[in-house]
């Protein structure tokens, strides 16, 4: 593209062909985002599909809503890689491809005939990454791993909780989505690096790896005094009062440990020994005896609503939030006055909403060219703009290597 001009970020990876073969969580965020973008996106699927199209509920029409969360701005191509047609198929759309996407374990690909090296010697520019759990090297290499066993073994479900508590996940898939986001930004950065050199790379995408950099300042502490993080519940360790509070109706969120916010809490709860009292006077000594502290507040904070605090709060610049169900996430004027929300047509399941790609700007609706696809809906259509004669279509449906959803 020779100029920006006019270019939005739904347009900025116009041309780019992805051959996605990803499935479930992790993989398929990293190929919506470039789908989001304005790639053109094919989800390769085995003749049984993705494995994400089995989690639910819920289900709408017959369909996974968490797999049509991830998968919007794709189109279904089914192959059989089992025939060698299909392996066949599969080089000749990698010679004109530019990123290809895989999450089998490691060394499943190359055993298939369309691993990095074998798609290199036919495409030199071809990105080529790989998610797995632990990587595609290194002792746990061949160890199966998903979100929850990832949140285990990283150290992030022993942070999360109370004191009391058992161990807790996070219940959205965190590392599945961090490691989506972290990988779209390494295969921007390799399509940067492939336009100045003219080759492609094979780029190592772990869930494992991707928990550790979510976890950034919680290891850095640890690695700082060889200190286990306590459980604190909806606490930040670093600092207090930074944590959720009963209030008459339900709960709000508090961010007031700036000492110019502290002061300005404590002269509104008309506590102004609070403020300097020798236990509560900074940040440290406010962690150190947070327990104390919260003790002082939730007395102070019971007798008014959620809403009635976050007024008065905010009037006195002292950050806060009521802890919200999705119920009223939904109706928030800010959700939606910033277009998060989008629309999706599947062919099976009707209209799909979902949180659409809403970073820059808010006009996440105009990336939605393709809702997510039913497995095979687009395999005739897709081999066809890839060169493919009516012939050939024919052939390789009739031997089962594709299928086409009737």
């Keep these: 593209m020779s100029s920006a001009e006019g270019v939005t970020i739904n347009q900025a990876l116009s041309g780019i062909k992805v051959l996605d073969f990803t499935q479930i969580g992790a993989g398929p965020l ?33 369909e996974s809503v968490v797999s049509m969360s991830f998968n919007r701005n794709k189109r279904s191509l089914s192959v059989d890689l089992k025939k060698s047609e299909g392996v066949a198929l599969i080089k000749r759309m990698a010679a004109q491809a530019d990123i290809v996407l895989e999450s089998f374990r490691p060394g499943v690909m190359d055993k298939l005939g369309v691993g990095f090296a074998a798609l290199q010697v036919i495409n030199p520019g071809v990105i080529f990454g790989s998610v797995s759990a632990y990587g595609q090297t290194g002792p746990w290499r061949d160890k199966a791993g998903v979100d929850g066993i990832v949140q285990a073994v990283s150290g992030l479900m022993s942070n999360i909780g109370d004191a009391n508590s058992p161990p807790m996940k996070v219940l959205v898939p965190a590392v599945d989505m961090v490691t989506g986001f972290i990988s779209t930004s390494a295969v921007l950065a390799a399509l940067r690096v492939r336009d100045a050199t003219g080759h492609g790379q094979h780029l190592d995408f772990s869930l494992y790896n991707s928990a550790l950099m979510l976890q950034l300042s919680a290891v850095a502490s640890y690695l700082s005094s060889d200190e286990l993080p306590l459980r604190t519940g909806t606490a930040a360790p670093y600092s ?119 970073a820059g700007d808010r006009d996440a609706q105009s990336r939605v060219r393709y809702g997510p696809p039913a497995l095979g809906e687009h395999s005739c259509e897709v081999l066809a703009e890839f060169g493919f004669s009516q012939t050939e279509i024919d052939a390789l449906l009739a031997c089962g290597a594709v299928i086409q959803r009737a």
């Design 30 to 62: 990293i190929g919506m985002q470039l789908g989001d973008m304005g790639a053109e996106v094919i989800k390769v699927e085995s003749p049984g599909g993705d494995i994400g199209r089995k989690l639910g509920p819920p289900w709408q029409e017959g």
């Design 240 to 358: 207090a009062p930074n944590e959720a509070y009963p209030t008459k109706d339900g709960w709000i969120m508090i961010a007031a440990y700036h000492d110019d916010r502290w002061l300005a809490l404590c002269d509104l709860l008309q506590k102004p020994a609070l403020a300097t009292h020798p236990d509560f006077a900074t940040i440290p000594k406010r962690v150190a005896n947070r327990d104390a502290l919260m003790k002082e507040l939730t007395v102070l904070l019971a007798h008014k609503t959620s809403f009635e605090w976050q007024e008065l709060f905010e009037a006195a610049d002292i950050i806060c939030g009521p802890i919200a169900d999705y119920n009223m996430v939904m109706q928030s004027p800010q959700l939606a006055h910033n277009g998060v929300i989008v629309d999706t047509h599947s062919s099976v399941a009707g209209l799909v909403r979902m949180p659409g790609f809403a």
